[in-house]
């Protein structure tokens, strides 16, 4: 998934950035949010790590100009306000969780697993399709149980794949998610991933098809809804 870190700490910024991207992501920051304002007014992200103590901009701001546009992307709070009040305005404002600084990095990832799980409107960390599972939290796919080897690029295609399971996604709705803006790709890498993706799954006789659906993109499939 592609993830936006609001964060002027150059070290905390960096030590998040590291732990998600470990974990697949791919991962903005920006250290303003005058500058975070502006990508988001054209860039789509699915979550936001945000820190209220911004330089230019007070990550509440941030946060209201968010939600008076009407985006509903998951905002989890990173920051050092720990009063009881700063975490009440920052919910009543719409974020969807509260973290306070210092913080445990596994509970970090749990957070924005648990929210980009709800963004998807999923109620479990394993999803689902023929006879392969999807695992979030252990970052493993299986078929039948038997674990299928996957690089992180392919594993995060999978994940957006399944997370959209039965609809078509366009080249460029995948690239997306799947690069980050420091990341100098086009869409030829993504017809390159797609490929080997489909070939390590048909491989391993996982009961899906990643079908391309010619000028609009790719539509994941249980086999049996393909035949059928």
């Keep these: 998934m592609r993830i936006l870190v609001v964060e002027d700490t150059p070290q ?10 470990g974990q697949g992501h791919a991962v903005d920051c920006l250290a303003s949010g005058v500058e975070a304002r502006e990508v988001l007014a054209y860039q789509r992200y699915d979550l936001i790590l945000l820190d209220l ?16 546009r ?7 709070v990173v920051t050092a306000r720990s009063a009881v009040s700063a975490r009440v305005s920052a919910l009543d404002l719409g974020a969807d969780d509260y973290l306070i600084k210092p913080f ?10 648990a929210l980009l799980r709800r963004g998807q409107g999923e109620a479990s960390n394993v999803s689902r399709l023929g006879r392969l599972a999807l695992d979030r939290a252990a970052r493993l796919a299986r078929v039948d149980g038997t674990r299928l080897e996957l690089p992180k690029r392919e594993f995060r295609l999978l994940e957006i794949l399944l997370a959209n399971q039965g609809r ?21 890498a993504v017809e390159v991933y797609v490929g080997r993706l ?8 996982a009961g899906v098809e990643i079908r391309t659906l010619r000028g609009l993109g790719y539509l994941m499939q249980a086999e049996s809804e393909v035949r059928a």
């Design 12 to 21: 905390i910024a960096q030590a998040v950035s590291t732990r998600l991207r």
């Design 53 to 68: 103590g911004l330089p230019d901009l007070d990550g509440t701001a941030l946060l209201a100009w968010l939600r008076e």
């Design 70 to 76: 009407g985006e509903r992307v998951p905002v989890l």
């Design 104 to 113: 445990d990095p596994d509970e970090m990832e749990a957070r924005v697993r």
């Design 168 to 188: 078509v996604l366009a080249k460029e709705e995948i690239a997306d998610q799947l690069f980050s803006f420091d990341e100098a790709t086009g869409l030829n």
């Design 198 to 205: 489909r070939r390590r799954l048909g491989e391993a006789e």
